[in-house]
């Protein structure tokens, strides 16, 4: 990661028992709460509506909605309660469930960050930290290197257009350079995935590999997979 060629995007959890509501270089973020039921959801985007109606009006909005996930009905109703009455423009959907992930792609929403814009849209490379682990079930998708400050359980699913850095355990799927890229790589400090995927090329992996458990890096040179030890100084 380049800090002065490329922007840095961070996936942030929503403080306990709040709604967020951020600003950014492309307008506003709006981060539910993972644990957040449907009637509280609900209570904390009318609450939002009612008392700052005046700053939605005609925003564009990024809404974050994390790990939860969200079937179709309330997907509607946050259109018909939240989005349509405040006039608030929806840049992107983000969601780490793969299943509301689907019905938002099903349903022709834009998903995933938004494609930076002015300044940004001349960096070389947006990058996502996202300060979390995923667990199963949970899939990111992202152009450009993605970096989980956490795990990647097994069932979760990472797939970057560049890079993945994983600070913890990797266990689930990581797809680097996912758009084609065979100069990506994979770094990640305890390595237990029973596949890797970089460029167009799989590679599978059982636990009597050497380098199982070990912290290593993972790239592609001369058409073959390459595992080498990760130097971790604490």
Not at 41 to 66: P, Y
Not at 93 to 100: G, K, R
Not at 206 to 233: A, C, M, N, Y
Request: charged share 25%.
């Amino acid at each position: 990661m380049n800090e002065k060629n490329g922007e840095e995007l961070r996936g942030e959890p929503a403080e306990n028992g709040q709604i967020l509501l951020k600003g950014g270089v492309q307008g506003l973020r709006l981060i539910i709460p993972e644990h957040f039921s449907g009637e509280e959801l609900r209570k904390g985007l009318q609450e939002i509506l009612s008392g700052g109606k005046h700053i939605l009006q005609g925003a564009r909005v990024v809404f974050d909605l994390q790990g939860r996930s969200t079937d179709a009905g309330e997907i509607l109703w946050i259109l018909e309660h939240f989005v349509w009455p405040g006039n608030v423009f929806v840049l992107s959907w983000v969601t780490y469930s793969a299943e509301t992930l689907d019905i938002l792609r099903r349903s022709g929403f834009p998903t995933g960050e938004p494609a930076p814009t002015g300044h940004a849209a001349e960096c070389a490379r947006v990058s996502l930290v996202l300060e979390r682990s995923l667990r199963s079930g949970q899939r990111v998708e992202h152009g450009g290197d993605v970096v989980i400050v956490g795990s990647v359980n097994d069932g979760a699913e990472v797939f970057a257009g560049g890079n993945i850095v994983v600070w913890g355990r990797l266990q689930g799927i990581a797809h680097a350079g996912s758009e084609g890229n065979a100069d990506a790589r994979i770094l990640t400090r305890v390595f237990e995935a029973s596949q890797v995927r970089i460029g167009r090329k799989v590679s599978y992996v059982d636990k009597d590999s050497s380098w199982w458990g070990k912290s290593v890096v993972i790239g592609i040179e001369d058409e073959t997979f390459i595992v080498r030890p990760l130097t971790i100084q604490s």
